[in-house]
């Protein structure tokens, strides 16, 4: 049985259909990505997944649970966890407090410091900074932080929101070399990107989707030589 | 190396001498009053205290869970007829104190959830715009129950409630304890000061405790904190239910204290007034809190006396002093909001907020040191 498995999505939004009957799966431990335009429905369906948005039609099921109905929070607990686009921190609170927030639902205080701990070393700025407002971190610091937030829940998948979005090319890479280190502990990995170039080389496999639908799936490596999708995406 | 916990030591030894000297203060400080200003600022001293509590109530609905409730004397209303309906002549009740203040602080919590549950989708504005309302609501319900069926006994108010009588023994007649002459304000200060440093503490433990920062992260982000795994609804609820049951808590007191009250003591102004109570003193930071209640109930009654004192002077009364108390009030929160926006003793996010001046600075620090990288 796949980690999540959607069947016949659809989400709209008032008389606007922004995710058309999707089928999907993922394993655990596997990464993949969801490139397309703006406007495809990339966002719409992490939120759908992440329980943030009321479901029209199908179900969602993940780790054996039946999660279409269930609301976000409770979807938490089952271990799935999004980094939102535009990274929903808390901002007016500290480094330390947004990140003793991600592990909100765990009651294991020793584990908890020495996962933060190991956040601040792989993330240095973030221990300098940890009493300091997370609102006064670069954009980069607090896509971090978004990350290092989300991981504190422990999460079986890991849904990530365009983590690139209005980054320095420097910080793009560090990111990136995150979600792989994420990858490698075994946490799953759903992410939507726009750089389609760079999330099929960070993912083993790639879903495409266009106006709400999904219209190509395979490995990364195939996708990346697809002559459609390096007209569309990578703009050769 | 001994001298680590020497210093530790010391350190303890400093905190207990303040704590010492503080809790000796505290129980002096009535009849250093009553000597030094009178019987009737005892009196004022027992209302402060029955306003920490209420800004303390309020703080963390406003400051802990930020939803910003215009209406929360409602609750204090609900605790303080709870009380007068059962130990007063009213209905031939008189039951006992230490039934009637839990439940008063429980029913109270009750209207606080019927507050919350429609309420759960508003913010900001809106919701402060329904907590009006329905703090109105419960005053016009007040004023009108006495037909067909006399509940609440309308305009008129309830009157001789019962004062509060604990152990055989009334707060409210005179009394002597082991040689010292207790008068009933006195006896009162020393049952609202166990309650409000209770109620001090009840929010001290909330603020750090998981319920605390569940409520900090709905307060910075609603859609981040259920994120989080964070029941939001529930947490709103509690937050509501919570603040609630500390302003009913005070109403039994108040109703106890007083042997009267009428709908008239619990109108918008009062609402508005806690509210300023804990914007002044600093939204979230405890001390904060304690401070604007204490100063906003005193400061007030300190302002009558301009009236003698043009009395005085000038020989008649030119400008009233209740006007002018509104006026001087207004100037202060004026010059406040110049000055110390975020409140006398902010709390550390309020302070981050409004406070850091270098805020934008730093982030420009920050985009230079990216830059550099």
């Known amino acids: 049985m796949s980690l999540l498995e959607i069947q016949h999505l659809s989400v709209s939004y008032g008389n606007i259909q922004a995710v058309r009957s999707i089928d999907m799966a993922l394993q655990e431990g596997e990464r993949v990505c969801l490139i397309g335009a703006n406007g495809a429905g990339k966002t719409t369906l992490l939120k759908a997944i992440a329980g943030m948005l009321p479901i029209t039609h199908g179900s969602i099921h993940f780790g054996g649970h039946a999660i279409t109905r269930l609301a976000s929070y409770q979807i938490v607990h089952l271990g799935l966890a999004l980094v939102p686009e535009g990274r929903g921190i808390f901002s007016r609170l500290s480094v330390q407090e947004n990140l003793a927030m991600g592990a909100y639902i765990r009651r294991d205080k020793a584990a908890v410091q020495h996962e933060t701990n190991e956040i601040y070393q792989r993330f240095p700025r973030l221990g300098e900074r940890r009493n300091q407002p997370a609102g006064q971190l670069s954009g980069g610091e607090q896509q971090m932080l978004a990350i290092g937030r989300a991981l504190l829940s422990r999460p079986r998948l890991l849904l990530l929101d365009e983590p690139s979005m209005g980054l320095a090319p420097m910080m793009v890479k560090t990111i990136f070399e995150t979600i792989h280190d994420i990858a490698k502990r075994g946490v799953s990995v759903l992410l939507v990107e726009q750089n389609a170039r760079l999330a099929l080389a960070t993912c083993e496999r790639g879903l495409v989707m266009e106006s709400g639908a999904l219209t190509l799936q395979g490995a990364s490596a195939t996708l990346a030589q697809d002559a459609a999708i390096q007209k569309s995406y990578f703009g050769e | ?373």
Not at chain 2, 281 to 287: A, D, E, L, Y
């Open chain 2, 1 to 373: 190396m001994a001298s680590v916990p020497e210093t530790m030591n010391q350190k303890t030894r400093h905190a207990w001498l303040v704590f010492v000297a503080l809790g000796v203060g505290l129980a002096l400080l009535p009849f250093l009053i009553d000597a030094g200003l009178g019987r009737s600022w005892v009196r004022i001293l027992d209302l402060a205290l029955l306003y920490v509590m209420l800004a303390l109530g309020l703080n963390i609905v406003v400051g802990y869970a930020g939803l910003l409730d215009l209406g929360y004397i409602a609750f204090y209303a609900v605790g303080a007829y709870c009380y007068a309906l059962l130990a007063s002549p009213m209905f031939g009740l008189h039951l006992p104190f230490w039934a009637l203040l839990p439940l008063g602080a429980a029913v109270a919590g009750l209207f606080g959830l019927m507050l919350g549950t429609p309420t759960l989708r508003l913010r900001g504005d809106y919701l402060a715009i329904v907590t009006l309302g329905f703090g109105e609501i419960i005053r016009i319900f007040l004023n009108n129950l006495n037909a067909p069926i006399n509940i609440t006994n309308g305009p008129q108010g309830v009157n001789q409630i019962d004062p509060v009588t604990i152990a055989g023994m009334s707060l409210g007649k005179t009394q002597v304890i082991f040689g010292v002459t207790f008068s009933s304000p006195h006896l009162y200060y020393y049952l609202f000061l166990i309650l409000t440093l209770s109620v001090i503490f009840v929010s001290m433990r909330l603020q750090d405790s998981r319920i605390g920062r569940a409520w900090a992260a709905i307060r910075e982000d609603e859609v981040a904190a259920e994120a989080m795994g964070i029941n939001v609804r529930n947490i709103k609820l509690l937050a509501f239910a919570m603040g609630a049951s500390f302003g009913g808590l005070a109403g039994g007191l108040f109703a106890g204290f007083q042997g009267f009250i009428s709908p008239e003591s619990f109108n918008l102004m009062e609402s508005i007034m806690i509210l300023c109570m804990i914007v002044l003193g600093g939204m979230g930071n405890i001390p904060g809190v304690v401070l604007g209640a204490v100063l906003l109930t005193v400061l007030p009654e300190a302002l009558r006396y301009i009236g003698d004192l043009q009395r005085a002077w000038i020989g008649h009364v030119v400008v009233d002093p209740s006007d002018l108390r509104m006026l001087l009030f207004g100037f202060a929160l004026i010059l406040m909001m110049l000055f110390r926006p975020a409140g006398l003793l902010p709390s550390r996010q309020r302070k981050r907020e409004l406070g850091a001046q270098g805020a934008i600075a730093e982030q420009e620090q920050v985009s230079v040191y990216d830059a550099k990288r």
